[in-house]
């Protein structure tokens, strides 16, 4: 067993991924993004022998989900695979969550509406996508699932009224 512990330089372009033993807090791994890119460690989530780490920035065009394989003797993270969208400034991966056999991605200001990515585990392949659900502004600001259920929050905005929303898939 291992704890995973995202760390983010705030404007800097050296961002962590920890592995720490639960017991000593002692540092096991260090997955680190030292390249141009800021928001490695956005969000963090682990299922079924998988760890993924969000690269998330809103002025960032290099925004990606990293899937990493958790190794069942050592605990050692080795690359599995990336998801990405290609699109600069959306947030997509400010929210992910993982089960064994689904990775969901959140984008939450995707075209100013959102966006939501459902991923096959652990191939990487997309099953599903869902951008502008209608008059939800920033759906995917949070994301959760089980092996049945994808629940997505959004902010509800329109003329007469504004307020949170949770969409249960």
Request: aromatic share 10%; net charge negative.
């Amino acid at each position: 067993t291992s704890v995973i512990l995202a760390v983010q330089g705030l404007m800097s372009n050296v961002n962590t991924v920890k592995r720490l033993d639960p017991a000593t807090g002692e540092v096991l791994q260090v997955l680190e993004n030292s390249g141009l890119h800021v928001g490695f460690g956005a969000s963090v989530a682990a299922a079924g022998g998988y760890v993924a780490v969000g690269l998330s920035a809103a002025y960032d065009s290099h925004e990606a989900v990293m899937v990493y394989k958790v190794d069942s003797v050592t605990g050692r993270l080795s690359w599995a695979f990336n998801v990405s969208e290609n699109l600069a400034g959306d947030c997509y991966g400010c929210s992910i969550a993982l089960t064994e056999t689904h990775l969901v991605v959140g984008a939450q200001s995707q075209f100013m509406n959102g966006g939501l990515y459902v991923y096959s585990m652990p191939t990487g392949a997309l099953l599903w996508s869902n951008i502008s659900m209608g008059k939800v502004n920033y759906i995917g600001a949070a994301v959760a699932a089980n092996s049945r259920y994808v629940a997505v929050s959004g902010t509800w905005y329109d003329l007469y009224s504004q307020g949170g929303i949770v969409f249960v898939m």
